[in-house]
């Protein structure tokens, strides 16, 4: 079977004359007629929609790359999708305004409604392409291989492909070379596989902020990897700077975004590191992933360590208490409401209707037991805020 990596092809181009059947819930045609969306042996093919049609606009809007798509060339003119038939189907009901998206405010866009340069964006957007040629038996052989045991080629492996080049070939050397001896230190901080450049990715969505695509494509010709290099490295030597000690649970957490963040703060590495270790100790931690931003932060978002809660039995116990207690006094059960002064003031809440809430916020060294725990009305709980 013969292969070509196509890069030209627009979702402009692919959306021309697009075909959409209501009845089977599939795209038939685009490429202005040329492109079979729907091949016989794929008729059964049923994906999930909703959700995924709009990821797939959304990553096209955040220049996100969608993954290969297979064409099988039938003859000179004319193509089937092998693989990559509901990402198109959802680009081309996007573009024919047959579902929306939400923008920023939460507001449902429409494709027509949409702002010119996004529209734009979208329509000039370049999908990478597998274009295979070879007989039937072999095209059904390779689909069934591909869809059932084939290991799908990651994102990064793809970039390469596409940008390959002078830059990707030195990037490899230094970040996907299980020789180079500095993989075991990077190892402290990056998870994956240097062999399935997830180490080379991470280099590259630090130095360029997320946008890996642009910075290959911008780069795509340089002989060298100065500025890839040094920032890599300002990254892990900020980690080691900061942190004393290496955790299992430092790995793959995002360095990159911590250090932009961070990096003019000054830190006492011995404090840093006695405060790592008192939350590694602490047992209402129950994320220990959490701990890093968590002191990063200025430890006082507690959601980052997802802090143990009251179990029911206290809740309940407490729920009893206050509301036996509230009846004799003739007033509320929540007592923020009791010493209120509108109409909820002498209100009985039902258990369905209260939360539990710590007396000493766990940052303030409250423990979650039933002496630090009050039933409060959902309102009056969740204005309290720092928990
Ligand atoms: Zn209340």
Not at 42 to 66: C, E, F, H, M, T
Not at 290 to 297: Q, R, V
Not at 328 to 357: V, Y
């Amino acid at each position: 079977m013969k292969t070509k990596l196509r890069t030209d092809i627009r979702i402009k181009d692919i959306c021309e004359g697009f075909v959409y059947s209501e009845l089977e819930g599939a795209g038939l045609f685009g490429l202005a007629g040329t492109l079979t969306i729907q091949p016989e042996y794929q008729r059964n093919y049923i994906y999930a929609a909703g959700r995924r049609d709009v990821a797939v606009i959304n990553s096209i809007l955040k220049s996100y790359p969608i993954g290969l798509i297979y064409f099988n060339k039938v003859d000179d003119k004319n193509f089937e999708v092998l693989d990559g038939q509901q990402r198109i189907t959802s680009i081309g009901r996007f573009v024919t305004n047959r579902f929306a998206i939400r923008d920023e405010n939460g507001m449902q866009q429409y494709f027509s409604a949409l702002a010119s340069d996004k529209q734009d964006l979208i329509l000039q957007t370049k999908l990478l392409i597998y274009e295979c040629e070879g007989t039937e038996s072999e095209i059904k052989e390779w689909f069934k291989t591909v869809n059932i045991a084939g290991v799908p080629l990651k994102d990064q492996e793809l970039l390469n492909a596409v940008y390959s080049g002078p830059f990707v070939t030195v990037a490899k050397e230094e970040f996907s070379n299980s020789q180079n001896a500095n993989i075991q230190m990077w190892t402290a901080y990056i998870a994956g596989s240097v062999n399935r450049q997830d180490f080379l990715e991470c280099a590259l969505r630090w130095v360029s902020k997320g946008n890996i695509n642009d910075y290959m494509s911008r780069h795509r010709y340089d002989d060298n990897i100065n500025e890839l290099k040094a920032y890599f490295n300002s990254v892990i030597d900020w980690i080691s700077a900061v942190f004393k000690d290496v955790k299992p649970e430092m790995r793959g957490l995002e360095w990159g975004k911590f250090y932009e963040k961070h990096k003019k703060q000054p830190f006492d590495r011995q404090e840093v590191s006695a405060k790592v270790e008192a939350l590694y100790e602490d047992p209402y931690v129950r994320n220990k992933r959490g701990i890093f931003e968590y002191i990063l932060d200025g430890s006082n978002k507690a959601k980052l360590l997802n802090v143990r809660v009251f179990d029911e039995a206290t809740k309940r116990s407490v729920y009893a208490k206050q509301t036996r207690e509230a009846q004799e006094k003739g007033i509320s059960n929540c007592p923020l409401c009791a010493i209120g002064h509108d109409a909820n003031k002498t209100k009985i809440w039902s258990r369905q209707e209260m939360e539990a809430d710590h007396v000493t916020a766990w940052s303030k060294g409250g423990s979650s037991d039933i002496a630090n725990c009050e039933m409060l009305c959902v309102t009056h709980n969740r204005a309290k805020g720092n928990k």
